[in-house]
């Protein structure tokens, strides 16, 4: 410790420096006060009676008060009153200065809100001290005033913390389809907010994802997790990406945004449209349990893999299960909670008792279960989030076609299109097909064609830039080793193009309540033999594409020695 | 990955999934993808691929006549449009479409 700090530590060991309102209707009683103040450094102010001593404190705003009781026109007693109301709950300690000795006197002082008192006459040492102890009560005091503010304060900031936690979970669970026909669940978080998260989605052909996940603990940090996890899974299966893909694709975010000690359980299946397989992948859960249509036990299935959020990406094992199942077959699949469940006596509910539900045939066996897991548990109160899911085999009635706006003839204009594409766009490699179909498929009315116009671009780009413009023979493709070097010689050729043109005109127009889309492509090459053009038979592995054009357009013809082709395709109201 | 191929954990499937466009650009990963892989149940998951062209049923097709004509192979979850591709070029008759 330097010089310094023990000069400060000293003047800490002595009263703080502090602004004294010294009230005294004795002008000599004033004075005598104010310089043995004054020596220890305060700073003094005076008033000689109760109103001025009031009106002197809220201008002033001083740190302690001595305040004798007998003066005129208001005394200590009634200036104490008005002081103490004055600051409300703030800590200003006020000293009677008294001459007063009998003890109903001295009570009184405390009484209206005093803090103590000194006989006079005014004794140095005494009054030096007790200035000395008020200061430091003075000082606790303001310190529990900012600490209970900032109690106050965290508190309402984590209220409305929760609060905004809770619409954000509500949030990212909002798109699940748990009200699908095929599902039934039963979630019961043991906290406000449930470490569990169950979540159902379509996917674009037509079947059904599930995703049951369960976090580490419980409550709050537990839940955190659930917003990545179904933002990924939402994600993922608008895509209709594969089970196995989706389980990676979780434990890549899981394993980046949550801390080491924390991961999730998690089974992920999904159910074929027609309702007739399941795809299952488990990690860390217990076993999934599939029964038939009457409820009796087909097959236990054991979780094969780690919980999400443990393995790195390249170490991630993601085998699913394939289950073929009959129709009404039904899939059982739930959290810890259901067999770690305690009764009163601290016994655990156990795979035992859980699968005597699945023995013999039971209609409601899902019902049974969870009355069967409450009653267990009793009035005990539940320790951890429990979560089932039973998933029927059936069909799925998928709410996923949504109807793309349709055609209204009558309120269509027509409209014109062209793209010229030169040897050097062409050698780029680039395919115009996905740039074109955008910008047309937005188009009114075309949108709903939007995959068959894709098709139809493709063949007709590939077949002139393949065989107009590069010169590539189909033949090759006849073996399996001809078709690489097919495509390897388009890649080469391509490459080094330095000429050719091709032309792509899209007309759109209305006949007869009718929509027409016609498409032309004029290339540079030499052209074909019109009438030399041979269907190609059911093993050939070329000449597919023309057929693919002639099945979805209204027409399709050849002109100017084959190096035009126009289709016509229709939009229907 | 356009392409991944995933071995059943009973070792008896091989599902190779496509996604995004399925055309020539992934003529080499999908032939690899089975190429190794004998006497197994094959099924060809659709359920992220957006587009078919015809040389994907070429593909398909030389996958056919290399695996033999016995090999049961399945495409699976088709999207709609893709359906209709498979549908046209009557690919039903070669392989299982669901």
Redesign the interface.
């Given at each position: 410790m330097n010089k310094v700090d023990e000069d400060i530590s000293d003047s800490q060991e002595s009263a703080k420096a502090m602004k004294i309102l010294v009230v005294d209707d004795t002008e000599a009683n004033r004075r005598l006060l104010g310089w043995m103040l004054e020596d220890e450094g305060h700073t003094v102010q005076e008033a000689e009676n109760g109103e001025l001593a009031v009106a002197l404190f809220k201008e002033t705003n001083p740190d302690l008060v001595l305040m004798d009781v007998m003066m005129p026109i208001m005394d200590g007693f009634e200036a104490t009153k008005a002081i103490k109301e004055y600051l409300g709950g703030k800590h200003v300690p006020i000293i009677f200065l008294t001459a007063l000795s009998d003890d109903a006197s001295l009570a009184k002082c405390l009484s209206i809100g005093g803090d103590d008192f000194l006989s006079k006459p005014i004794n140095e040492q005494v009054l030096q001290a007790k200035i000395k102890a008020h200061s430091r009560i003075k000082d606790l005091n303001e310190q529990l005033n900012e600490q209970n503010a900032k109690l106050t304060k965290m508190h309402q900031l984590t209220e409305h913390e929760h609060k905004i936690a809770k619409t954000v979970f509500e949030g990212a669970l909002a798109a699940s389809k748990l009200d699908d026909p095929n599902i039934r669940h039963y979630i019961s978080p043991a906290a406000t907010f449930n470490g569990d998260l169950l979540l159902a989605a379509y996917s674009p052909s037509g079947g059904l994802y599930t995703l049951m996940a369960d976090f580490t603990g419980h409550g709050l940090p537990a839940a955190i997790g659930a917003v990545p996890l179904s933002q990924v899974f939402f994600d993922a299966t608008e895509q209709g990406v594969s089970v196995s893909s989706i389980a990676r694709d979780l434990n890549r975010s899981l394993e980046k945004f949550l801390p080491d000690d924390m991961f999730a359980a998690a089974a992920i299946a999904e159910l074929n449209a027609e309702g007739t397989r399941v795809t299952l992948w488990m990690g860390g859960m217990p076993d999934a349990i599939l029964t038939d249509h009457k409820g009796r036990l087909k097959q236990k299935i054991q979780s094969a893999h780690m919980p999400l959020g443990i393995l790195e990406d390249h170490e991630f094992e993601r085998e699913p299960f394939i289950l073929e199942v009959e129709t009404n077959d039904r899939l059982y699949v739930y959290t810890d909670g259901i067999p770690e469940a305690l009764n009163c006596n601290g016994v655990m509910y156990g795979e035992e008792r859980l699968l005597q539900h699945f023995s013999s045939s039971k209609p409601n066996a899902f019902n049974e279960l969870i009355n069967d897991v409450i009653d267990y548990t009793g009035h005990k109160g539940q320790i951890d989030d429990i979560t089932l899911l039973e998933l029927t085999c059936r069909p799925v009635q998928s709410d996923q076609v949504n109807p793309a706006p349709t055609f209204d003839a009558a309120h269509t204009l027509p409209w014109q299109f062209r793209m010229t594409l030169t040897a050097k766009e062409l050698c780029q490699g680039h395919s115009p097909v996905g740039q074109l179909t955008d910008m047309v498929g937005n188009a009114p009315g075309i949108e709903a064609h939007k995959d068959y116009l894709h098709t139809i671009l493709t063949e007709l780009f590939a077949n002139a830039l393949e065989h107009g413009i590069l010169k590539l023979d189909s033949d090759l493709k006849r073996t399996e080793q001809g078709y690489l070097d097919y495509y390897q010689q388009r890649a080469h050729k391509l490459r080094s193009l330095n000429q050719g043109e091709l032309e792509i005109n899209i007309r759109f127009y209305v006949n007869d309540h009718t929509g027409y889309l016609m498409i032309q492509l004029d290339d540079s090459g030499p052209g074909f033999d019109i009438n030399s053009r041979n269907a190609s038979g059911d093993n050939d592995s070329f000449g597919r594409g023309i057929e693919l054009i002639e099945s979805l357009c209204d027409s399709v013809t050849y002109s100017q020695n084959g190096t035009r082709v126009e289709v016509t395709y229709r939009i229907d109201d | 990955m356009p392409v991944?191929s995933?071995?059943?954990?009973d070792g008896k499937?091989l599902?190779i999934?496509i996604?995004g466009r399925f055309?020539?650009e992934i003529?080499?990963e999908f032939?690899s993808a089975y190429a190794e892989h004998n006497n197994l149940d094959y099924i060809i998951?659709?359920?992220?691929c957006e587009?078919m062209?015809?040389?994907a049923?070429?593909?398909l097709?030389?996958m056919r006549?290399?695996l033999g004509d016995n090999a049961r192979i399945s495409l699976?979850?088709?999207?709609p449009?893709i359906k209709?591709?498979l549908t046209?070029?009557?690919f039903d008759?070669?392989f299982i479409i669901?």
């Amino acid at each position: 410790m330097n010089k310094v700090d023990e000069d400060i530590s000293d003047s800490q060991e002595s009263a703080k420096a502090m602004k004294i309102l010294v009230v005294d209707d004795t002008e000599a009683n004033r004075r005598l006060l104010g310089w043995m103040l004054e020596d220890e450094g305060h700073t003094v102010q005076e008033a000689e009676n109760g109103e001025l001593a009031v009106a002197l404190f809220k201008e002033t705003n001083p740190d302690l008060v001595l305040m004798d009781v007998m003066m005129p026109i208001m005394d200590g007693f009634e200036a104490t009153k008005a002081i103490k109301e004055y600051l409300g709950g703030k800590h200003v300690p006020i000293i009677f200065l008294t001459a007063l000795s009998d003890d109903a006197s001295l009570a009184k002082c405390l009484s209206i809100g005093g803090d103590d008192f000194l006989s006079k006459p005014i004794n140095e040492q005494v009054l030096q001290a007790k200035i000395k102890a008020h200061s430091r009560i003075k000082d606790l005091n303001e310190q529990l005033n900012e600490q209970n503010a900032k109690l106050t304060k965290m508190h309402q900031l984590t209220e409305h913390e929760h609060k905004i936690a809770k619409t954000v979970f509500e949030g990212a669970l909002a798109a699940s389809k748990l009200d699908d026909p095929n599902i039934r669940h039963y979630i019961s978080p043991a906290a406000t907010f449930n470490g569990d998260l169950l979540l159902a989605a379509y996917s674009p052909s037509g079947g059904l994802y599930t995703l049951m996940a369960d976090f580490t603990g419980h409550g709050l940090p537990a839940a955190i997790g659930a917003v990545p996890l179904s933002q990924v899974f939402f994600d993922a299966t608008e895509q209709g990406v594969s089970v196995s893909s989706i389980a990676r694709d979780l434990n890549r975010s899981l394993e980046k945004f949550l801390p080491d000690d924390m991961f999730a359980a998690a089974a992920i299946a999904e159910l074929n449209a027609e309702g007739t397989r399941v795809t299952l992948w488990m990690g860390g859960m217990p076993d999934a349990i599939l029964t038939d249509h009457k409820g009796r036990l087909k097959q236990k299935i054991q979780s094969a893999h780690m919980p999400l959020g443990i393995l790195e990406d390249h170490e991630f094992e993601r085998e699913p299960f394939i289950l073929e199942v009959e129709t009404n077959d039904r899939l059982y699949v739930y959290t810890d909670g259901i067999p770690e469940a305690l009764n009163c006596n601290g016994v655990m509910y156990g795979e035992e008792r859980l699968l005597q539900h699945f023995s013999s045939s039971k209609p409601n066996a899902f019902n049974e279960l969870i009355n069967d897991v409450i009653d267990y548990t009793g009035h005990k109160g539940q320790i951890d989030d429990i979560t089932l899911l039973e998933l029927t085999c059936r069909p799925v009635q998928s709410d996923q076609v949504n109807p793309a706006p349709t055609f209204d003839a009558a309120h269509t204009l027509p409209w014109q299109f062209r793209m010229t594409l030169t040897a050097k766009e062409l050698c780029q490699g680039h395919s115009p097909v996905g740039q074109l179909t955008d910008m047309v498929g937005n188009a009114p009315g075309i949108e709903a064609h939007k995959d068959y116009l894709h098709t139809i671009l493709t063949e007709l780009f590939a077949n002139a830039l393949e065989h107009g413009i590069l010169k590539l023979d189909s033949d090759l493709k006849r073996t399996e080793q001809g078709y690489l070097d097919y495509y390897q010689q388009r890649a080469h050729k391509l490459r080094s193009l330095n000429q050719g043109e091709l032309e792509i005109n899209i007309r759109f127009y209305v006949n007869d309540h009718t929509g027409y889309l016609m498409i032309q492509l004029d290339d540079s090459g030499p052209g074909f033999d019109i009438n030399s053009r041979n269907a190609s038979g059911d093993n050939d592995s070329f000449g597919r594409g023309i057929e693919l054009i002639e099945s979805l357009c209204d027409s399709v013809t050849y002109s100017q020695n084959g190096t035009r082709v126009e289709v016509t395709y229709r939009i229907d109201d | 990955m356009p392409v991944e191929s995933t071995l059943s954990s009973d070792g008896k499937a091989l599902t190779i999934g496509i996604s995004g466009r399925f055309d020539f650009e992934i003529v080499q990963e999908f032939r690899s993808a089975y190429a190794e892989h004998n006497n197994l149940d094959y099924i060809i998951d659709m359920r992220a691929c957006e587009h078919m062209d015809s040389s994907a049923l070429g593909m398909l097709l030389n996958m056919r006549k290399s695996l033999g004509d016995n090999a049961r192979i399945s495409l699976i979850n088709c999207r709609p449009q893709i359906k209709k591709i498979l549908t046209i070029s009557r690919f039903d008759k070669k392989f299982i479409i669901e």
